[in-house]
Structure formats: C-alpha cells, structure tokens
C-alpha cells in the first residue's frame, strides 16, 4: 500500500516520506482484514496534531486528495 500511494504522490510531483505511525488509527484496527496504510498531509507549526494549533493549508489538503484519489483508482485498475 505504501509504495501505491508513494507513487501517486511522485505522479503529482509531490515530496513525500514513508513513516510509521505509533498512533491508534482506524487503520489500525483495518489492518487485520486487509492491507491498510495512510496518506498524511502536510501540517503547519511541525507538523503538532491533536492540538488546537493543528491546522494544514487547503492546498495540502488537496494535495492529500489527489494522492488518495489516484491510489484508489490505481488500486480499482483504471489508472
């Protein structure tokens, strides 16, 4: 699954990095029936989560979007 989103990002020109998360996502829980990863975006002030300062841009937002949507359609076999 990393490695589909990691070239969805590279078709949109986007820099990116794989990591792991220690967090207990949903996909966490996913991963036990089927193969799961995440697609995190860009965030300002280091990147601080679940804090009132979070906040990432729209244009990473859509960025974000842009990788989820190609994975999917890559995953479905239409791109």
């Known amino acids: 699954m990393r490695k589909v989103i990691a070239q969805a990002a590279d078709d949109h020109g986007l820099e990116h990095i794989s990591l ?12 036990a ?8 975006v860009l965030g300002e002030y ?3 989560s679940h804090n009132p300062r979070e906040y990432s ?6 960025h974000g979007v842009d990788v989820l ?3 999917l359609l890559r995953l479905a076999g239409q791109a």
Do not use: K, V, Y
Request: with cysteine; net charge negative; proline share 6%.
């Open 57 to 62: 841009t729209p244009q990473a937002c859509a």
């Open 20 to 31: 792991l998360s220690g967090a207990g996502h949903d996909a966490q829980e996913i991963a």
């Open 33 to 40: 029936l089927c193969p799961t990863a995440m697609i995190f």
């Open 69 to 71: 949507a190609t994975t």
């Open 46 to 48: 280091d990147g601080i």
